[in-house]
């Protein structure tokens, strides 16, 4: 069990570009999430997928921002146009759907400064 | 989801006890109590969670109230390493993501 991993770490882009993360979950895990999270606050939900289906998006998700989860492994989030509003850390978790009592396994992120 | 007020932060010598609090006065009888924890440059991690009853494991003790509309993590020698931003999470009966405040700054002194 390697833990849930995220590629890059750190990604500095001008305002205007399009960005793509990755997350690799811990294998078999079923449920894979993402969340934002700014300077002194604490992570916002964004969307997450059981296997390959998107299951829940949260407002927050404007239409520039994409993410896949194609073959239920390893997911993309992409955002198009990037603006100085969208530097934040992104976190991806998995978890088993195993009950109610399931904890999420976090990665260590991927910091966006757009310029 | 329910809401969950922690205090901004809080101070502890290492060696010590550490008592964080949490108010859920508005949590629903399915609504089990998470805690994360995190620490700088790094995600979140799993602490503990219960829906009635204490809780122990090797990280640290939850203590829920008999009316449940409060918590308290305990980390029973707090060390150096403990220094994180501890999270209160109220987690539905189906609930799926996690719906998080702004946390408990823990500063622990040497």
């Known amino acids: 069990d390697t833990g849930v991993s995220q590629d890059p770490r750190h990604k500095i882009t001008k305002r205007g570009q399009n960005v793509t993360f990755r997350c690799d979950p811990i294998?078999?895990?079923?449920?894979l999430y993402w969340y934002r999270q700014t300077l002194g606050q604490g992570p916002e939900f964004l969307t997450y997928f059981q296997n390959e289906a998107q299951l829940e998006k949260s407002r927050l998700l404007s239409d520039r921002f994409s993410a896949e989860r194609p073959k239920g492994s390893f997911s993309t989030l992409e955002i198009q146009r990037t603006e100085q509003g969208d530097s934040a850390m992104y976190l991806c978790?998995?978890?088993?759907?195993?009950?109610?009592?399931?904890?999420?396994?976090f990665g260590p992120g991927t910091r966006l400064t757009v310029l | 989801d329910a809401k969950t007020t922690q205090p901004n932060s809080m101070e502890s010598n290492e060696e010590e006890p550490v008592h964080l609090p949490c108010n859920h006065s508005t949590i629903s009888g399915t609504d089990y109590i998470h805690w994360y924890r995190q620490l700088p440059s790094q995600g979140p991690e799993y602490v503990i969670h219960?829906?009635?009853s204490n809780v122990n494991n090797r990280m640290a003790s939850l203590a829920i109230a008999e009316d449940r509309k409060s918590s308290t993590l305990i980390l029973h020698r707090a060390t150096l390493r403990d220094a994180a931003v501890y999270y209160c999470?109220?987690?539905?009966?189906?609930?799926?993501?996690?719906?998080f405040g702004a946390g408990t700054i823990l500063r622990v002194k040497s």
């Open positions: 219960g829906l009635t």
């Open positions: 978790a998995s978890t088993r759907t195993r009950g109610r009592g399931n904890e999420q396994f």
């Open positions: 999470i109220l987690r539905g009966e189906y609930g799926n993501k996690l719906v």
């Open positions: 294998s078999e895990h079923n449920r």
